[in-house]
Every structure is written in C-alpha cells, then in structure tokens.
C-alpha cells in the first residue's frame, strides 16, 4: 500500500503562482510513475502532470504545458513529488490530488487540495 499527503493549496491571484507538494510513502519501491489530476465539479477528473520516477519522462496536460512544473525529490522512505505552478488562470482553479502509479497496475490517491484562482 502507498499513503499519499498532499499540501500547498489554496487562494492565489490569476498570474501568480503556487506549488503543491505531495509526500509518498509505505510500499514506495512498487511505484513507476507520480504526478497530478485535477477535477472541477461536473467534469471528469484530468492529467496535469505525471513524471516515471526512474527515468523521469514526464507529460502534462495540454492546457498546463508552459506554465507548470512536475519535479520529484527523496527523503528518507519518502518520495516527494512536487507540481509548481505559475502564471495561474482562474480556469486552474480546481480540486489537485495527487497520484501514484504502480508497476503492477495499482493507482493511488490523496485526499485532494483545493486550488483556486481569483481573477
């Protein structure tokens, strides 16, 4: 099992920035891949961004490509995956969970964060 704990959201003005941090841990050898899904109320749940933790490709959504960053970093029997986030636009605003992908198929979620974007 993975536990995922999100933190860093919150009210930001449209044009500043923001950076949510998520911290993975328990079963952590058994994910491939960490990242970020957003979802607004009546819509399905999207990409933002996801990073392999070996090789650290990453994708991100096409409507966040420019202006945000997935990077990752350890600590100790701990992996923390981070999403900075910049020139925010009202449409960002969302609820941000943070998500684990493992090797044999498994996906995990946080509790969710709330960002939103005053314009």
């Known amino acids: 099992q993975v536990q995922l704990v999100e933190s860093g959201g919150g009210l930001v003005q449209a044009g500043g920035s923001l950076r949510l941090s998520c911290a993975a841990s328990?079963?952590?050898?058994?994910?491939?891949?960490m990242g970020w899904y957003r979802q607004v109320p009546g819509k399905q749940r999207e990409l933002v961004a996801i990073?392999?933790?070996?090789?650290?490709?990453?994708?991100?959504g096409d409507s966040v490509k420019g202006r945000f960053t997935v990077s990752r970093d350890n600590a100790w029997n701990t992996v923390l995956v981070f999403l900075q986030m910049n020139s925010v636009k009202p449409e960002d605003t969302a609820v941000y969970y943070c998500?684990?992908?493992?090797?044999?198929?498994?996906?995990?979620w946080g509790q969710g964060t709330q960002v939103t974007v005053s314009s």
């Open positions: 328990g079963s952590i050898f058994s994910i491939n891949a």
């Open positions: 998500n684990a992908k493992a090797y044999r198929g498994s996906n995990y």
């Open positions: 990073m392999t933790l070996s090789g650290g490709s990453t994708n991100y």
